[in-house]
């Protein structure tokens, strides 16, 4: 089977040569369940690596037994791309089959049907949904009754199976594939470690993968993982990639616990990502003695009217507290933060950069909101008329205020009542600047390395490299140019703005929302199960 991973374009835009890559680890794992299962020759390949074409699909197809199935993780802001790709799949081999799936055609399951580039959509979590699919296609068998798909009937009419079931113990998960992606531009440092959030804020669209559910693997596992990360792939500094962390404070403690045990943290330093009402005081001695040296905030917004608004169920003010803590024991901060959300005003933007800045966090990144399809912000932007949607979903993507010009021809998604786009990018492109150019943070991201630079990575010893010395320059130009527009006055930038051709939207359509999910748990089965 052959899985791919779309691209619209490089991830970053003008910034990607120094964004490290991330491996696409939802194919790698779907990849690695499928080996495991009995599945022969699984091949990932990824757009940010090797563009898909009429010319080399074929090639990457070669030596594996038709039918050719043929697998399309869809992002939002890769939509149009995924859907591009089928096309191309389909004409050039019409017999084979598309198999599509990813959290935007589970919440628009019939897009790609519209699209007349699909076959089957997979709903929701995808591992055991695509074995059974896989081994029915191959086998010839009916695949019409399993449970979470999306397909056409002989009538020509689209059915929607009942959601499939969740995988009870993911342990029960193979060790994910580090060794099939081997490209020196990925980023090998990660591992994740659980799965789900139990939380509901309104601009996320996890829980139309997972619900409320939040699963873990154990100590053991994840040790041996990260044994492989460091004794094999020598890696210095390991990021967990759970969306939460610290839900459960027992096994943080634990995990903490195994890492000393085995001496890794001797060996490499640890972050991660969680919330800031879930980072438990008493973790943080535990998580010290593990050497986890950063801790990334989804914090959004500094004003507590616009937290509340976002229903996070946290508050500004917890935040503070934990970063607090988190400097006190010596564990760097990382925050990111929301531009852009319904009635929030340019003075609480202000007020939301002059509170990040007080905290002294070691990095900061400023998005614009997303409204992606199945989550609460979408159907109120939707509701406002403010949602803009460009064919392909190709302006859905949350770094677009950053990675490109203000006067990029790509307009943002969604821009709240009161504020103009122009107003919108210029206060996006000054602040994420005015952090990255302060005295402390240049210094860090000049450095070099990893943890030099939080988002942005400049190579180590990159200024004895006349290559690089061109391509930093080049993003200095890039970023110096849009810095000084920024600083146009509000009525000549939205005069300016409003001469450049916009491209036009198309209809919001009717979504999935999270609401509207129901989820089983459920052991996986005997993978010798035939079918």
């Known amino acids: 089977m052959l899985l791919i991973n779309p691209a619209q374009e490089n991830f970053g835009g003008m910034l990607s040569r120094y964004i490290p890559l991330s ?25 940010e690596i090797c563009k898909i074409t009429a010319q080399n699909l074929t090639d990457h197809l070669k030596g594996m037994a038709k039918p050719y199935i043929i697998g399309i993780g869809v992002l939002t802001s890769q939509a149009g791309r995924a859907y591009e790709i089928a096309h191309i799949c389909k004409e050039t081999l019409p017999d084979c089959i598309v198999i599509m799936g990813g959290i935007h055609v589970t919440s628009l399951p019939e897009e790609p049907f519209e699209a007349g580039c699909v076959d089957i959509v997979v709903r929701g979590e995808g591992e055991e949904t695509l074995r059974q699919l896989y081994f029915c296609l191959r086998k010839g068998k009916d695949w019409k009754k399993i449970k979470g798909i999306t397909f056409r009937n002989k009538e020509g009419k689209l059915v929607n199976n009942p959601d499939g079931d969740l995988i009870e113990n993911i342990d029960d998960l193979p ?15 990660f591992i994740t470690s659980a799965r789900g959030c139990p939380y509901k804020c309104s601009y996320c669209s996890q829980r139309l993968l997972t619900g409320l559910t939040y699963r873990w693997h154990s100590e053991s596992r994840i040790v041996e993982t990260l044994k492989i990360l460091i004794e094999k792939y020598n890696q210095k500094y390991i990021l967990f990639f759970d969306d939460n962390f610290s839900v459960n404070k027992q096994r943080v403690i634990k995990l903490c616990e195994s890492i000393v045990q085995a001496g890794l943290h001797e060996k490499c330093s640890f972050g991660v990502q969680t919330r800031a009402d879930n980072l438990y005081e008493d973790l943080i001695p535990a998580m010290k003695r593990a050497n986890f040296t950063t801790v990334t905030f989804g914090m959004e917004t500094g004003v507590e009217r616009v937290a509340e608004a976002m229903v996070k169920d946290e508050t500004v003010a917890i935040h503070q507290e934990k970063i607090e803590l988190c400097q006190k024991h010596g564990i760097k901060v990382r925050l990111a933060m929301i531009y852009g959300f319904p009635t929030e005003t340019r003075a609480e933007r202000n007020e939301s950069y002059r509170v990040v800045k007080e905290t002294g966090a070691k990095w900061v990144k400023f998005n614009n909101l997303t409204p992606y399809p199945g989550t609460g912000v979408y159907a109120e932007a939707k509701q406002s008329g403010r949602l803009n949607i460009m064919p392909g979903w190709a302006n859905f993507n949350s770094v677009l205020g950053v990675t490109k010009s203000i006067f990029s021809t790509i307009p943002l998604p969604y821009v709240p009542e009161g504020t103009t786009e122009f107003e919108l990018k210029k206060d996006l492109f000054r602040r994420n600047l005015q952090f990255y150019l302060s005295s402390k943070i240049a210094r860090r991201v000049a450095k070099g390395g990893r943890e030099g630079g939080g988002w942005l990575v400049l190579p180590k010893l990159w200024y004895l490299r006349p290559k690089e010395i061109f391509h930093v320059s080049w993003l200095a130009l890039f970023l110096g140019s849009n810095l000084i527009f920024s600083l146009l006055p509000d009525r000549l930038g939205n005069v300016i703005f409003s001469l450049i051709k916009r491209g036009r939207s198309i209809f919001p359509p009717e979504d999935i929302k999270a609401t509207s ?15």
Do not use: C, Q, W
């Open 175 to 189: 060790m994910f594939p580090y060794e099939m992606f081997s490209h020196p531009k990925y980023e090998m440092g």
């Open 23 to 47: 491996i696409p680890v939802a194919l790698g794992i779907l990849a690695s369940y499928l080996k495991k299962s009995g599945a022969s020759n699984v091949r990932v390949v990824d757009e």
């Open 517 to 531: 999910r129901s989820f089983v748990r459920a052991a996986t089965p005997n993978v010798s199960e035939s079918y």
